[in-house]
């Protein structure tokens, strides 16, 4: 397995679309914490906080990741390569958790920038420290696991198609619905009486629960139960080319 994620890290960073990936990243974000006036933005508020750093990582990270993954297995299918790739002395599962922990580890390269913010705050504050730390640490907790499931979103959406732009889009779609849709369909009027049932199965409702700065067990087990049922129905997918 650590040779197929080795080998997808470097084909990301090989190409100049790996690094323009991450690049939009931190600019977007660096753009929404330093440079767009308003109340958001901590130079001009006055308060020591990131708050709107993790307000819009998520929406950023929603075109973002299914970028970066609309290649895992669509490309190895429009190539012809994923039969030879299914050949090798590894499980199914295996390919999976390759190809997953190789989008994540890419996602947490570019998360870790965001501590470049922090620290920044920290020390611009007055007096210096002022941050509430546990707050960030919480919502930097909460942002990891939702890129977690948002990867694992983008694995599944690429396995379905050999066609790269369609698993992005599949993947797009996919994110939207779990990230904010289910607060969509629980404010229907017709679905009142099970909308906390319905807003508790969207990633929104648990990431703002960790970024209080509390790390509920519930939460945690949500974002992992959620990146493991993707990873398994990714499995699926791949073991019914072989029925």
């Not at 002022?130 to 942002?143: E, M, N, P, V, Y």
């Amino acid at each position: 397995m650590l040779p197929l994620l080795s080998k997808e890290i470097r084909t990301f960073f090989s190409s100049i679309s790996g690094y323009l990936i991450l690049s939009i990243f931190l600019i977007a974000t660096g753009l929404f914490v330093w440079v767009f006036p308003g109340n958001s933005n901590p130079l001009d508020s006055g308060y020591a906080n990131l708050d709107v750093l993790f307000e819009m990582a998520p929406w950023i990270y929603l075109f973002l990741i299914p970028a970066v993954c609309m290649r895992f297995f669509a490309e190895e299918k429009k190539q012809g390569t994923i039969e030879l790739l299914m050949t090798r002395p590894i499980s199914d599962m295996g390919v999976v958790l390759a190809k997953y922990f190789a989008g994540l580890a890419v996602v947490t390269f570019s998360l870790l920038f965001c501590l470049v913010y922090y620290y920044s705050i920290y020390y611009l504050g007055s007096p210096a420290g002022s941050i509430d730390s546990g707050a960030f640490w919480g919502s930097f907790i909460g942002l990891f696991l939702l890129a977690g499931v948002y990867v694992s979103i983008g694995v599944f959406a690429s396995s379905l198609t050999d066609n790269q732009i369609v698993a992005f889009l599949l993947a797009l779609v996919f994110c939207f619905i779990f990230f904010i849709g289910f607060d969509y369909i629980g404010e229907i009027n017709s679905m009142q009486y099970l909308q906390n049932l319905i807003v508790s199965m969207g990633i929104n409702e648990h990431y703002r629960s960790i970024s209080r700065g509390i790390v509920d067990s519930r939460d945690l087990l949500y974002f992992i139960g959620i990146i493991v049922a993707f990873l398994l129905l990714t499995r699926t997918v791949l073991k019914s080319r072989k029925w």
